[in-house]
Protein backbone atom coordinates (compact mmCIF):
# COMPACT_ATOMS: atom_id res chain seq x y z
CA UNK A 1 0.00 0.00 0.00
CA UNK A 2 1.34 3.39 -0.56
CA UNK A 3 0.86 6.41 1.43
CA UNK A 4 1.19 10.17 -0.12
CA UNK A 5 2.79 12.81 2.44
CA UNK A 6 2.31 16.39 2.10
CA UNK A 7 6.09 17.99 1.43
CA UNK A 8 3.82 21.47 3.09
CA UNK A 9 4.21 21.80 6.41
CA UNK A 10 0.91 21.73 8.12
CA UNK A 11 1.23 25.51 9.30
CA UNK A 12 2.07 26.68 6.06
CA UNK A 13 -1.46 25.02 4.42
CA UNK A 14 -3.26 26.84 7.74
CA UNK A 15 -1.84 30.19 6.94
CA UNK A 16 -2.15 30.05 3.34
CA UNK A 17 -5.91 29.05 3.42
CA UNK A 18 -6.57 32.35 5.83
CA UNK A 19 -4.61 34.42 2.96
CA UNK A 20 -6.72 33.30 0.49
CA UNK A 21 -10.06 33.09 2.71
CA UNK A 22 -9.40 36.52 3.70
CA UNK A 23 -8.18 37.82 -0.05
CA UNK A 24 -11.59 35.74 -1.45
CA UNK A 25 -13.72 37.80 1.27
CA UNK A 26 -12.06 41.13 0.60
CA UNK A 27 -12.83 40.58 -3.18
CA UNK A 28 -16.15 40.01 -2.46
CA UNK A 29 -17.11 42.60 0.06
CA UNK A 30 -15.79 45.28 -2.97
CA UNK A 31 -17.83 44.02 -5.80
CA UNK A 32 -14.79 41.68 -7.07
CA UNK A 33 -15.66 38.58 -7.43
CA UNK A 34 -19.39 37.03 -7.34
CA UNK A 35 -20.00 34.84 -5.11
CA UNK A 36 -22.40 31.37 -5.60
CA UNK A 37 -25.14 32.32 -3.70
CA UNK A 38 -26.05 35.02 -6.10
CA UNK A 39 -25.44 33.61 -8.98
CA UNK A 40 -27.89 33.52 -12.09
CA UNK A 41 -31.15 31.59 -11.98
CA UNK A 42 -30.55 30.49 -15.96
CA UNK A 43 -27.98 31.25 -18.28
CA UNK A 44 -27.82 34.86 -19.62
CA UNK A 45 -26.28 36.44 -22.95
CA UNK A 46 -27.10 33.31 -24.98
CA UNK A 47 -26.21 34.41 -28.64
CA UNK A 48 -25.81 31.54 -31.53
CA UNK A 49 -22.78 31.73 -33.30
CA UNK A 50 -22.45 28.68 -35.75
CA UNK A 51 -25.85 26.43 -36.96
CA UNK A 52 -29.37 27.84 -36.20
CA UNK A 53 -31.03 27.52 -32.73
CA UNK A 54 -33.69 29.73 -30.73
CA UNK A 55 -33.24 30.60 -27.33
CA UNK A 56 -36.62 30.76 -24.89
CA UNK A 57 -37.28 31.34 -21.57
CA UNK A 58 -40.34 30.51 -19.55
CA UNK A 59 -40.70 30.98 -15.83
CA UNK A 60 -37.95 28.86 -14.69
CA UNK A 61 -37.35 26.63 -17.88
CA UNK A 62 -34.91 27.89 -20.74
CA UNK A 63 -35.26 25.88 -23.96
CA UNK A 64 -32.68 25.97 -26.54
CA UNK A 65 -34.11 24.34 -29.24
CA UNK A 66 -31.14 23.33 -32.24
CA UNK A 67 -32.20 23.00 -36.36
CA UNK A 68 -28.75 21.79 -37.62
CA UNK A 69 -26.53 19.19 -36.75
CA UNK A 70 -24.52 21.08 -35.08
CA UNK A 71 -24.29 24.55 -33.71
CA UNK A 72 -21.87 26.78 -31.18
CA UNK A 73 -23.87 29.32 -28.91
CA UNK A 74 -21.93 31.62 -26.69
CA UNK A 75 -22.68 32.91 -23.42
CA UNK A 76 -22.09 35.96 -21.04
CA UNK A 77 -22.57 33.10 -17.79
CA UNK A 78 -23.93 29.51 -17.94
CA UNK A 79 -25.09 28.78 -14.72
CA UNK A 80 -28.51 27.07 -13.77
CA UNK A 81 -29.88 27.98 -9.88
CA UNK A 82 -31.88 25.18 -7.79
CA UNK A 83 -35.15 24.44 -9.17
CA UNK A 84 -34.42 25.88 -12.50
CA UNK A 85 -34.35 23.63 -15.69
CA UNK A 86 -32.64 24.35 -19.20
CA UNK A 87 -33.55 21.63 -21.96
CA UNK A 88 -31.33 21.17 -25.10
CA UNK A 89 -33.26 20.01 -28.01
CA UNK A 90 -31.25 18.60 -30.74
CA UNK A 91 -32.49 16.88 -33.98
CA UNK A 92 -30.72 13.28 -33.43
CA UNK A 93 -28.46 11.56 -31.08
CA UNK A 94 -25.65 12.22 -33.08
CA UNK A 95 -26.42 16.22 -33.15
CA UNK A 96 -23.71 18.18 -31.10
CA UNK A 97 -23.25 21.73 -29.51
CA UNK A 98 -20.75 23.66 -28.04
CA UNK A 99 -21.54 25.97 -25.35
CA UNK A 100 -19.08 28.65 -24.73
CA UNK A 101 -19.22 31.01 -21.66
CA UNK A 102 -17.29 34.14 -21.98
CA UNK A 103 -16.06 34.83 -18.72
CA UNK A 104 -13.78 31.19 -18.70
Do not use: C, D
Request: no cysteine; proline share 4%; hydrophobic share 45%.
Amino acid sequence: MFRFRSLVPEGTKVLVKRIVGGLAAFLMSHGAVEPFARAQSLPTGGSVASGAATIATTGKTMTINQSTQSAIVNWNSFSIGQSYTVNIVQPNSASTMIARNALL
